[in-house]
C-alpha cells in the first residue's frame, strides 16, 4: 500500500461524456503526478501540481485538465471523451517538487472505459 | 511474477561516445518493453516500446534499444551522447498475458561528461 488513494477503481461511460478522476497523496507530499497507461504508448505522463500550482505539463490533451486543492488531493477531469481515452489513468505522489522514480508512490489507478 | 533490473544506478560517458544503459527483464508470456526517461523536475517521457517484431527498436531524441530475448535483456543505446542526454532512465515491462500495471526498474542516472 503506496498511501495514494484513487478512486473510483473503475469508471464505464460513454463517448462524449465528463468524468472527474480523484487522487490523495500520501500524508505529508506536497507533489501530485497525473499518468495515462495505454497498452500502445505505456506509461504517458500527463501532468505535475506542487502545493497547489501547475509544475509540469506533459502530453495531456486540451480535453483534459487537472487541479490541485487546499488540502492537496487532486482531481483530474476527462471531457468530451473518446474511444481512445480509454486507459488506466495513475496518480502518483512526491514529497517535493522534483520527482525520481523512486521517489515517486504511485496509486493503483483507476480504469477507464469509454464506450 | 514479472520483475525489471536496472544493474547500474549510475552511468558515466565522455560526450560524443556511445553508450549503453542496461536493463533485464522477467516475465511469465510474451514481453512488452518500455524505455522512459526523467528530466529533472519532470514527469516520465517515452523514449520507445517493444512489443513484437525487429529486435532493434528505434525511439526519440536518436536512442534505440534491442530486444533480446535468449538473454532477457532490453538494452538501451546511442551511438554518440550529447550532454543533454544525461537524466535518469527507467526500463519498464508488461506482461502481455497478464493485465497488471506496468513494472518499472529502480532507475540508470546517466551523466554525460562534456
Known amino acids: 500500500d503506496s498511501g495514494v488513494t484513487q478512486t473510483p477503481k473503475h469508471l464505464i461511460t460513454a463517448t462524449g461524456q465528463r468524468v472527474t478522476l480523484r487522487c490523495s497523496p500520501r500524508s505529508g507530499d506536497l507533489s501530485v503526478y497525473w499518468y495515462q497507461q495505454s497498452l500502445d504508448q505505456g506509461l504517458q505522463f500527463l501532468i505535475q501540481?506542487?502545493?497547489?500550482?501547475?509544475?509540469a505539463k506533459g502530453n495531456i490533451l486540451e480535453r483534459f485538465s487537472a487541479q490541485q486543492f487546499p488540502d492537496l488531493h487532486s482531481e483530474l477531469n476527462l471531457s468530451s471523451l473518446e474511444l481512445g481515452d480509454s486507459a488506466l489513468y495513475f496518480c502518483a505522489s512526491s514529497v517535493g517538487a522534483g520527482g525520481l522514480l523512486n521517489e515517486q508512490y504511485f496509486g493503483p489507478g483507476t480504469r477507464l472505459t469509454v464506450t | 511474477a514479472q520483475s525489471v533490473a536496472q544493474p547500474e544506478d549510475q552511468v558515466n560517458v565522455a560526450e560524443g561516445n556511445p553508450l549503453t544503459v542496461k536493463c533485464t527483464y522477467s516475465?511469465?508470456?510474451?514481453?512488452?518493453l518500455f524505455w522512459y526517461v526523467q528530466y529533472p523536475n519532470r514527469g516520465l517521457q517515452f523514449l520507445l516500446k517493444y512489443i513484437t517484431g525487429d529486435n532493434l527498436v528505434k525511439g526519440s531524441y536518436g536512442f534505440e534499444a534491442e530486444f533480446n530475448k535468449s538473454q532477457t535483456s532490453f538494452h538501451l543505446k546511442k551511438p554518440s551522447a550529447l550532454v543533454s542526454d544525461s537524466a535518469l532512465y527507467f526500463c519498464?515491462?508488461?506482461?502481455?498475458?497478464?493485465?497488471?500495471?506496468?513494472?518499472f526498474g529502480k532507475g540508470t542516472r546517466l551523466h554525460i561528461l562534456p
Open positions: 516475465v511469465s508470456g510474451n514481453p512488452y
Open positions: 501540481y506542487y502545493n497547489g500550482e501547475e509544475r
Open positions: 519498464a515491462v508488461r506482461d502481455m498475458n497478464r493485465d497488471d500495471k506496468i513494472i
